[in-house]
């Protein structure tokens, strides 16, 4: 069957012309040149074989096909309209922007993420800049992973990882060390901003630290880790950062015993954040693997009487 009908353009060239009774005002609300809406409803009308507007120097107002056409398709029109956007939304809510802690993001989330793609390859992940000073109010993040801090009132955060710190050096440096004492004679590294990491697991595991130490600062958990690589020394550093080098080899534990900071890192999204798919498979995929990574302490079970 041969198509009769006008396209869609020049639908909504006569409809924006008939809401406004300007060629002007429908071209500025379009978005279009007034010439191209002009040309729009023309090629309408020679579809049609009628004239739907009536041009005068006092403006344009609908013939009575006009007014005929205005009625059939208006509603119709819209209701693509509305579908289309409905539609849009749809799919730029499988796009998930994400900002995350840039050595968290490096040391442990990006050798994950092959993993998430894998599972749902219809979201389109894109990691943004991550901000120190984050008030959460940017419009370009769906989803952020952050260390801990006093949320503001906006913030929906759940504990993630990284609470576990332990301490850890090359191969090299680990041989003959069995206890915590002769790990603390080694030089010892540490975040510059976190010095007493080194306090807290030398009290878990039941050891206090010498009264002098050999010891570097870093201000960059990529530096730190690098530099325990490098040989420099033994870091105390959180456990999810150093999975990787643990598996491999490439960093070894020589004395086994964990710490809580208290710290970590948190996942969060602005409570206002309406309904969002792709941040959702996200955020029970990230847990899932928080959860193998950090797994929960055993409950204790009363003995039985």
């Known amino acids: 069957m041969a198509i009769r009908s ?16 300007s060629f002007r005002k429908a071209a500025e609300e379009l978005h279009l040149t007034q010439a191209a809406v002009s040309r729009a409803v023309q090629r309408l009308e020679e579809t049609l074989g009628v004239d739907v507007l009536e041009r005068s120097g006092a403006g344009v107002r609908l013939t009575p096909a ?16 509305e579908a289309a956007v409905a539609l849009g939304r749809r799919a730029e809510r499988l796009r998930l922007r994400l900002s995350v802690v840039p050595s968290l993001g490096t040391l442990w989330l990006l050798p994950r993420l092959e993993d998430f793609r894998s599972r749902h390859p219809e979201v389109e992940l894109e990691l943004r800049q991550y901000h120190h000073d984050e008030d959460f109010l940017r419009d370009d ?56 990491n080194w306090a807290l ?15 570097t600062g ?21 456990k999810c950062m150093v999975e990787a080098d643990l598996a491999s080899g490439r960093l070894r534990m020589p004395v086994a015993g964990t710490a809580s900071t208290g710290r970590g890192y948190y996942l969060c999204q602005r409570r206002s954040q309406a309904a969002h798919p792709a941040a959702e498979r996200f955020a029970e995929w990230v847990r899932g693997q928080a959860a193998a990574s950090e797994p929960a302490p055993p409950v204790a079970r009363r003995a039985a009487h």
Not at 6 to 21: I, K, Y
Request: glycine share 8%.
């Open 6 to 21: 006008p396209s869609l353009v020049e639908l909504h060239a006569f409809l924006a012309v008939a809401r406004n009774g």
């Open 66 to 81: 006009g007014t005929e056409l205005r009625k059939r398709t208006g509603k119709h029109v819209a209701a693509l309209e």
């Open 141 to 196: 993040i769906d989803l952020w992973i952050a260390l801990k801090q006093r949320w503001p009132r906006q913030v929906a955060a759940g504990y993630l990882v990284g609470r576990e710190i332990v301490a850890v050096c090359a191969p090299s440096l680990a041989r003959g060390v069995k206890t915590p004492q002769q790990l603390l004679s080694l030089p010892l590294l540490y975040h510059s901003n976190y010095r007493d």
């Open 201 to 215: 697991w030398a009290q878990a595991v039941g050891t206090e630290l010498p009264a002098r130490q050999r010891s």
């Open 218 to 238: 870093f201000d960059l958990v990529l530096n730190l880790v690098e530099a325990a690589r490098a040989g420099m020394g033994v870091a105390v550093v959180q």
